[in-house]
């Protein structure tokens, strides 16, 4: 079966690192995804791993094991605004589907 | 970059009446249009697959007869609820694959929240 796993909310400190980890089982596996969205608003894409490794994004950096079926989402220097819900999301197969996490509610406190 | 523009952000309907959202790709082609619903604290969740030109594919548990999809060209995707109902209140979101930039071409609209009294 499919199953993605993340945990359900984190908090941070401004200015801080913080890392979201993102557990996968599906039967395929053709890259995944992180996205950002803010209470309300559509997912925003962040990220993108198909290999295994770090993808840095000036503060964002995607790491994974696809080996392990384990990625992780690293914040640095946390603002205020990245307060949101990280969601990871895996590509199975070539149908161009996403199957999605139930999202990470990141809370950054002053 | 690529822009879905998603049509309206928000209605609030009447029981048994039907709301229709659009989802336009505004600078590319959408081959692919994905529908997903996300209810309060929730993650998306995929309702419809729909291919320019063909019939939607309705994942397990998603009626086709209450939710509608028109996918009938590269830039335009209609989400029809029909008979709406308090229990579908939600937020709709589409997300389009662009062809032009294959794996890393999925652009979401804005969201609509439809409220049904």
């Known amino acids: 079966g499919q199953n993605i796993d993340q945990p359900t909310e984190m908090t941070a400190t401004e200015g801080a690192i913080v890392q979201i980890n993102c557990t996968y089982q599906t039967s395929g596996f053709n890259g995944l995804f992180w996205y950002q969205q803010h209470a309300g608003e559509a997912p925003t894409f962040l990220s993108y791993n198909v290999l295994d490794g770090l993808e840095e994004k000036g503060r964002f950096s995607s790491f994974l094991s696809r080996s392990k079926g384990y990625s992780y989402l690293l914040l640095k220097e946390l603002q205020m605004k990245d307060s949101a819900s990280y969601l990871c999301?895996?590509?199975?197969?070539?149908?161009?589907?996403?199957?999605w996490g139930a999202g990470t509610k990141l809370i950054i406190k002053p | 970059g690529a822009v879905v523009s998603q049509h309206p952000s928000w209605v609030i309907c009447k029981s048994g009446t039907s709301v229709k959202i659009e989802c336009r790709s505004l600078d590319f082609q959408a081959t692919t249009m994905f529908w997903y619903r996300q209810f309060p604290k929730q993650s998306l969740m995929l309702m419809a697959t729909s291919n320019e030109g063909s019939k939607a594919t309705y994942e397990q548990g998603v009626e086709k007869d209450k939710f509608l999809i028109n996918h009938a060209s590269l830039t335009l995707s209609t989400l029809t609820v029909t008979s709406a109902h308090p229990e579908d209140s939600s937020f709709y979101i589409c997300?389009?694959?662009?062809?032009?930039?294959?794996?890393?071409?999925?652009?979401f609209g804005s969201g609509t929240r439809l409220t049904v009294v």
């Open positions: 999301a895996v590509r199975e197969n070539s149908n161009y589907q996403l199957i």
């Open positions: 997300s389009a694959r662009d062809r032009r930039t294959g794996i890393y071409g999925y652009t």
